[in-house]
């Protein structure tokens, strides 16, 4: 069974400081994605950063940088240098290769503090 | 960019009427799926589609809805007799058969209210 767990419900950050978002994921198949998307308060769901499961290397996208360690099965969002338009839900997803299913996390709430 | 288009934005009916939700998908994509969003909570998946028919569906996704794909471009999602607890968020999404970096594109959604 394929499951993604975010386990911080909430978060803060003073603007301009880093914050780390957590996620773990479990798959058995070796062939898999992993996704973080933004939900500001708006509601549309924003596409931010791939990693790909035989990626050698860490994705970067501007300020969002994943932290994948997959060993511990673990890929973390890192938003460097916080700005106040960061306020929003952030969700990590997953699909592995052998379906076109994606599974979501119950999401983090990050709030950046002026 | 292209975008996935869905509407109505919100949408607004009484308990025991239907609704249909429509969506354009990317043109050039190949899998397409319906979630939902209860306010402030988890996505939840309900359907997805792909060579006009469905490839899976949610224990959500009962007798009550159904999907279709009539017309090559749109998808819609109708529900049959509405419940209170249908009220959410729905997003319809699509992607590409690229099994790789390929994400999900999410339309911007449509609020359903239901009174």
């Known amino acids: 069974a394929q499951k993604i767990t975010q386990t911080q419900p909430g978060m803060f950050v003073q603007e301009k400081e880093a914050v780390t978002l957590d996620c773990t994921y479990d798959?058995?198949?070796?062939?898999?994605?992993l996704f973080w998307y933004k939900q500001p308060s708006s509601g549309e769901m924003i596409f931010l950063i791939y990693?790909?499961?035989?990626?050698?290397q860490n994705a970067t996208e501007g300020r969002y940088s994943l932290n994948f360690q997959k060993a511990r099965k673990s890929a973390n969002l890192v938003i460097s240098a916080s700005q106040l338009g960061d306020s929003a839900m952030y969700f990590c997803?997953?699909?592995?290769?052998?379906?076109?299913?994606?599974?979501f996390g119950t999401g983090t709430s990050l709030t950046v503090i002026p | 960019e292209p975008e996935v288009t869905q509407t109505p934005s919100h949408q607004v009916t009484q308990m025991g009427q239907e609704v249909i939700l429509r969506c354009v998908p990317i043109s050039n994509h190949l899998y397409f799926y319906w979630y939902r969003q209860i306010l402030g909570q988890k996505v939840e998946f309900l359907v997805s589609f792909y060579n006009n028919e469905i490839s899976e569906k949610s224990e959500i996704f009962d007798d009550q809805f159904s999907v279709e794909r009539p017309d090559g471009s749109n998808f819609t999602l109708k529900i049959r007799s509405t419940k209170l607890e249908d009220s959410a968020m729905y997003f319809c999404?699509?992607?590409?058969?690229?099994?790789?970096?390929?994400?999900?594109?999410f339309g911007n959604g449509t609020r359903l209210t239901v009174t």
């Open positions: 798959t058995s198949d070796p062939s898999y994605g």
């Open positions: 999404a699509s992607t590409t058969e690229d099994i790789g970096n390929s994400p999900l594109h």
């Open positions: 990693q790909g499961s035989y990626d050698q």
């Open positions: 997803a997953m699909r592995v290769f052998t379906g076109n299913q994606f599974y």
